[in-house]
């Protein structure tokens, strides 16, 4: 019985590299497709309206993302840092022992956490994304340069002090009475994006066995798990093989039943980005001829997922495609990431 036990295990541990491994170079072929689908819309002349906004962030203000890069709210607020150009450190976080949040003045260390250290001395934690990016956009579109981060930062909690309230966060303190209506369609989106696109992430990237273990091996790259430290290698292992068994076997299929998603989670991933696709139309953008905060909150969740299996059938099933690789380019293209600070590997 044991050597039938053991014999089992083999083969299917055997069975699921052979899948990764074909998924692998799988993967390598069409990241290369979609690479040379960007650089060649990138040679286009489009011009693109991009319309910052009026009050720009101190320069001796500092401004750090705490995050973990495959983090689809993580990655919403990058976009908007991203897209508007606005400098700020990006702090990695370890998942195991986090000590990159110890110095934190919040009780729960959880991402997306900005902090802003204002050159007056006045330091401010901001957390939950969609309030994050609507007090950054409430503050750069303050004409008469009223507001600071630590007056819009008790704005905010006064108005989202009722939980019942699932709007508050998404407002914006400074649009006037002619922008109500394009408040309302992108606040709309903003929202989606959270109540419905960011739930078919999961079952989509740890569909199967296979599939969660290079999901994993891609979290583990991009992330921070010890870097050079001693224990690195350990912590790596035990979170590929560990993490990809427990999200595949036990989270994956909840989150499914849960969101009530289609037998076959891509299909769910695909009418979603479509209902997207269907929303933007002929237009380049959500927004028009720039991007609006709907589309960096649908390119934010979407972007957790590149280099993963879901991402490129996402592109190759879906029409999703333009409109991903215009926001990708200017996003790149504006960004002022002053630089990855690394702090594990003194830990």
Not at 192 to 202: E, M
Not at 219 to 231: F, L, R, S, V
Request: net charge positive.
């Amino acid at each position: 019985m044991r050597w039938l036990a053991l014999t089992t295990s083999a083969c299917l541990s055997q069975a699921a590299y052979l899948s990764y491994k074909h998924l692998e170079q799988r993967k390598i072929t069409r990241t290369r497709s979609w690479f040379s689908f960007v650089a060649s819309n990138s040679e286009k002349k489009e011009m693109v309206n991009i319309q910052l906004p009026l009050r720009r962030i101190k320069e001796n203000d500092k401004l750090e993302l705490i995050q973990y890069a495959t983090c689809p709210f993580c990655n919403k607020v990058r976009s908007y840092l991203d897209f508007y150009g606005i400098p700020y450190t990006l702090i990695e976080v370890c998942p195991a022992f986090k000590p990159e949040m110890k110095s934190l003045t919040v009780k729960k260390k959880k991402v997306p956490t900005v902090r802003i250290c204002e050159a007056t001395g006045t330091e401010t934690v901001l957390q939950e994304s969609s309030q994050i990016i609507s007090l950054l956009h409430s503050y750069q579109i303050d004409s008469k340069s009223s507001e600071t981060f630590s007056s819009l930062a008790v704005h905010f909690r006064q108005i989202t002090e009722n939980s019942d309230d699932q709007i508050a966060k998404y407002t914006i303190k400074n649009y006037g009475l002619d922008n109500q209506e394009k408040f309302r369609k992108e606040l709309e989106w903003r929202k989606w994006a959270d109540d419905k696109l960011v739930h078919v992430v999961a079952p989509n990237i740890y569909r199967n066995f296979a599939e969660s273990i290079e999901t994993f091996r891609v979290i583990t790259a991009k992330g921070n798990y010890g870097y050079d430290a001693y224990w690195a290698k350990p912590l790596t292992f035990m979170a590929t093989w560990f993490g990809s068994t427990f999200m595949c076997f036990v989270i994956a299929p909840r989150l499914k039943k849960k969101n009530k998603l289609n037998e076959n989670v891509r299909q769910s991933l695909y009418e979603h980005v479509n209902e997207w696709v269907a929303e933007v139309g002929e237009k380049k953008f959500h927004g028009g001829d720039s991007p609006n905060l709907a589309d960096l909150a649908v390119f934010g969740v979407l972007r957790c997922m590149e280099d993963m299996e879901a991402f490129l059938d996402m592109l190759e099933f879906t029409e999703i495609g333009p409109w991903y690789g215009r926001m990708s380019k200017l996003c790149s293209k504006n960004s002022k990431q002053t630089h990855f600070r690394q702090t594990s590997k003194q830990s």
